[in-house]
């Protein structure tokens, strides 16, 4: 009886843990400004640009710091490749933003990618609209 108290516990113990996320996650961010701290100001996923276009920023917040000296944004649009903006970064760094200009309504996909290590870093979509 010991036993199946015992493997009992274990399971509730094992999936008890596997509940918590204790790992952290990065996170990107469109918006209209970033404040000193590096918070998003007028967060969304949707935007409404002028018929000869507009910009937003792209904010990416990571729990560690960025360890490379340059990162990749690749721009798609439509699910079609649009775009790719290089941008120097500090290897200290634990956010970072990008001022972008959007010409042309459509869902757009932000990768962000490390150079230095290849390594994907943040994504995320954003909506386009025109006035």
Known sequence: MKVLHLLLLAFVLSISFSLI?????????????VDDDGQPIN?????????????????????FEIDCGE???????NGKHDNTIDMDTEYNWTWFYKQITFYKSGEYSIEIYDYCNNEFV??????INKD
């Open 21 to 33: 996320d204790i790992s952290y996650s990065q996170s990107i961010y469109f918006c209209e400004g």
């Open 43 to 63: 967060e969304s996923s949707v935007f409404t640009i002028p018929e000869d276009g507009g910009y937003l920023y792209v904010l990416v917040q990571l729990p």
């Open 71 to 77: 990162v990749g944004i690749e721009i798609y649009r």
């Open 122 to 127: 943040a994504s995320g979509t954003v909506e």
